[in-house]
């Protein structure tokens, strides 16, 4: 059985279901916190660890829905997988337009849960993969110079060395330069390589 | 028999009266016998008919032998020889024993006074006379009798009077006359000193009248023997005086008799006019009256009475055939009641079933009250009862239909909350069909861990009775049955109402806050009835605060234990509160503020408190929010439930 990474953070004020939900998640060999209200998740909440909620949508103080949007305002989203006790559509659809993964209603069946889980779980670690990817980018695009970014700006636009150089009045042979210093720092190797990376890190081709 | 020979003697001079002039003797002392016997005639009749009265025994004797004597008296006047008057007067001592002792006895018993030993003494005497008269001759008189003289009379009459030598023993005679008469005169004057008007008058007229004629009859007697005076003897005609005295208290006492003979006859009237006029009204209210005579046992109430009870007309009624006629279950509160009443109570009042004869029951109600004697013992007990059969029925008809609404009414409710009561349930059915999947897949592990099972076994079973209580909850609710009143503890009842509410009171938003006293009398409640009543002030305190910010959504339950003794219980909540206006208002029917429902809730609240001896009450908080109390009465001190 493949232990999958990440873990699920169980909130529900029923301390039974609580207890029985941790158990079922345990037993097909999952890392499971359980936490029997809203507020005591958010006080401990580790924003670092990999992981996906599963939360009962009605909780005295603060509701499910209550939950993932203050973790949404914090900027701490995480995936979540919605327990309610009623098939209530509009909550249902208020849940997943803030990013439910699914909405389960109880009793919940053990394949749905689990298949939701892991599938949001996944969705953590491609969300946080993603993001890793983002900051290594962002973090090679931070070496460059300003003159540099220009230039970047005006190749990944298409444009040829003389036209740029004709843009930012200077000789052909000093682009050819910073073309250099940018593939490098940016470890490309080619043209195609460097515009599909200014395109990931959500450059917009300047015209 | 000289006596028979005598009497012979007597009677032709009598009948002779048809030829001479009537002698005036003859005449004056035959009437006196004939009053005399008339008298003792009378007297002898008054104790045939009053044996209770001895008095009147002694008193006909007493003028029975007046009339002897009388007799005696007339044949010695008209003595022809000495031989004859001693052959008289030997005799004569029979009427004077008899005389003296009926009249000591007489007054004995009639006044009750007077010294004993004199009483004893005189009639001592008087028996020792006699007897030394019986062994003298010719008597105790006289040893001797000389001569008979005929003193004249007036009217040209004449009466033997006899002369001779004085008996030796003739002053124990006197002696017993003087102690008789001292007697006499000491029981009259006790019964004057005694006082009070009927005892002067009766020692005044008839003791008197006795006295005088001791004195006289004694005086007469005593100076005869010593000779000082020459007349006949003279015993009868003093006598005279006691019959007018005698005959005038006969005639009072007929007198009265009569009066009270006529008062009787008006009141008597009277009594049946008013029997009439309590029969009228006792038939006109359907009232049976009746009256329980406890020392005998015995009951009488009038012939409705006995068609109330289903009891034929001649049969005995006692106690125990009166429980007879009580249903069953009725018999034990009624016997309580009873012997409650008698144990110093006084008053009762009971409603109980009959079973009549044919089969049916009636339902009857009685009011009573015991009467005791001085003592403080139980007499009699009188009362009335009244057939309630057709008020019964109506109570259970209406009891019936306000049944029926608060059924309707709480189903009603239930629907409202139906999806938050799905929720209660689905809470524990989640939990045991996650736990039950759980443990499939930890069977699966190697190896099994029984500790985990076992924890998970636990949980279902605990869960299982969980949703087993809210499904016996919700069909309390939602069952249609008869009251049933029993002890309740109004705390718990609160906790079962915030159970089934709890996820809608979480979806609204709704905090509850609650100040339990720690302990609380019980109460007598139908716990369906008044879960009802608490689940209605608990969903209209969260429909009043649905506009509100959440935070602010807030009911508080306080219970208390009420000034009478009962419970105080009180559901406040934050909302607009009610207008001043309608605070008695929203318990009428059909009243409502909210857009869906009947506007039944509040009238059956009402109406199932005040039928637990309760009431409820709307207030608006001083800082906002409606108010709901109710305050239910302590259980009775008798363990009964209210009939």
């Known amino acids: 059985m493949r232990r999958p990474e990440g873990t699920v953070f169980v909130v529900d004020d029923e301390p039974a279901v609580l207890r029985a939900i941790e158990r079922l998640l345990r037993a097909e060999g999952m890392n499971v916190v359980a936490f029997a209200s809203p507020r005591e998740f958010l006080e401990r909440h580790d924003p670092e660890a990999p992981g996906c909620l599963v939360l009962d949508l009605s909780m005295p103080e603060l509701d499910g829905l209550d939950l993932q949007r203050t973790l949404a305002e914090r900027g701490q989203a995480r995936p979540a997988v919605f327990l309610s006790g009623q098939g209530d559509i509009p909550a249902s659809v208020r849940a997943m337009k803030q990013g439910a993964v699914d909405f389960l209603t109880k009793p919940v069946n053990d394949t749905e849960l689990l298949n939701a889980v892991r599938h949001a779980l996944a969705r953590d670690l491609a969300a946080r993969a993603k993001d890793a990817e983002l900051a290594e980018l962002r973090r090679r695009l931070a070496l460059l110079t300003p003159r540099e970014l220009e230039v970047l700006g005006q190749v990944v636009a298409g444009r040829l060395n003389k036209q740029i150089a004709a843009e930012l ?32 890190a959500g450059m917009a081709a300047s015209p | 028999m000289i006596h028979a020979g005598h009497c012979r003697a007597f009677r032709p001079d009598f009948f002779m009266a048809h030829t001479h002039p009537i002698s005036w003797i003859t005449v004056i002392w035959s009437m006196a016998a004939s009053a ?47 031989r004859e008057f001693g052959e008289l007067l030997y005799w004569i001592h029979v009427p004077v024993s008899v005389a003296t002792l009926s009249v000591i006895g007489f007054v004995h018993l009639q006044f009750g006074t007077g010294r004993a030993w004199l009483a004893y003494a005189a009639c001592g005497l008087r028996g020792l006379a006699a007897s030394l008269n019986f062994l003298s001759t010719p008597n105790l008189n006289y040893a001797e009798i000389t001569v008979l003289r005929h003193i004249p009379l007036p009217g040209g009459e004449t009466a033997a009077v006899a002369e001779g030598i004085r008996g030796p023993w003739v002053a124990i005679a006197e002696l017993s006359l003087l102690l008789t008469i001292a007697y006499l005169a000491d029981a009259l004057l006790s019964l004057w000193r005694r006082g009070g008007a009927g005892n002067r008058r009766s020692a005044a007229l008839l003791g008197g009248s006795i006295l005088f004629f001791a004195v006289t009859a004694a005086g ?7 000779g000082v005076i020459r007349t006949p003897y003279l015993v009868s005609l003093p006598f005279l005086p006691v019959l007018l005295a005698m005959g005038y208290e006969l005639g009072s006492d007929v007198l009265r008799a009569a009066q009270l003979a006529r008062r009787l006859e008006v009141s008597e009237a009277e009594l049946q006019e008013s029997q009439e006029r309590i029969r009228l009204a006792a038939d006109a209210a359907d009232l049976s009256l009746w009256l329980w005579d406890i020392a005998k046992d015995e009951v009488w109430t009038m012939e409705q009475g006995r068609a109330l009870y289903g009891i034929p007309k001649n049969q005995r009624i006692d106690f125990a055939r009166f429980m007879d006629t009580l249903h069953e279950e009725d018999r034990a509160p009624v016997r309580q009641a009873i012997s409650k009443a008698l144990q110093g109570g006084g008053d009762y009042e009971g409603e109980y079933r009959v079973l009549l004869p044919d089969g049916k029951t009636r339902w009857v109600a009685a009011r009573g009250r015991v009467e005791f004697d001085g003592r403080g013992q139980p007499v009699r007990m009188r009362g009335v009862s009244i057939n309630i059969t057709r008020r019964k029925l109506a109570e259970r008809e209406i009891q019936k239909q306000r049944s029926e609404l608060a059924h309707l009414s709480r189903v009603t409710m239930l629907g409202e909350l139906s999806g938050s009561l799905a929720h209660e349930l689905n809470q524990p059915l989640a939990a045991v069909l996650a736990n039950a999947q759980a443990a499939r897949r930890f069977l699966e592990h190697e190896p099994i861990d029984i500790g985990e099972l076992k924890e998970i076994l636990g949980d279902i079973v605990e869960e299982d009775k969980r949703a087993g209580e809210i499904i016996h909850r919700l069909r309390l609710l939602f069952r249609k049955g008869e009251l049933q009143y029993e002890p309740a503890d109004v705390n718990t009842l609160v906790a079962d109402v915030l159970k089934l509410v709890r996820s809608d009171l979480v979806n609204q938003g709704v905090e509850v806050e609650t100040a339990l006293a720690p302990t609380l009398p019980q109460v007598s409640c139908d716990r369906v009835q008044l879960l009802q009543v608490l689940l209605n002030l608990v969903v209209n305190a969260c429909d009043a605060m649905a506009g509100l910010e959440q935070p602010e959504r807030q009911i508080r339950i306080e219970t208390a234990v009420a000034a009478g003794g009962g419970v105080r219980l009180s559901v406040a909540d934050r909302g607009r509160g009610i207008p001043a206006e309608d605070l008695e208002r929203i318990f009428e029917p059909f009243m409502t503020t909210k857009s869906q429902g009947l506007g039944l809730g509040l009238s059956v609240c009402r109406t199932i408190v005040t039928a637990h001896g309760g009431t409820i009450q709307a207030a608006n908080n001083p800082g906002g929010g409606a108010c709901f109390s109710l305050i239910l009465p302590p259980l009775p001190e008798r363990a009964d439930a209210p009939a």
């Open chain 1, 169 to 200: 009045g200077t000789v052909e042979k000093t682009i050819k330069v910073h073309r250099a210093h940018i593939m490098r720092k940016l470890q490309v190797r080619s043209l195609a390589e460097l515009v599909r990376l200014a395109d990931r």
């Open chain 2, 36 to 82: 005399c016997l008339m008298l003792a005639g009378v007297y002898l009749v008054i104790w045939l008919k009053q044996k209770n009265r001895p008095a009147c025994l002694l008193f006909s004797l007493l003028a029975l032998t007046m009339a002897v004597f009388s007799g005696f008296e007339y044949c010695l006047m008209r003595a022809d020889s000495p």
């Open chain 2, 220 to 226: 007469s007697t005593l100076l005869i023997h010593a």
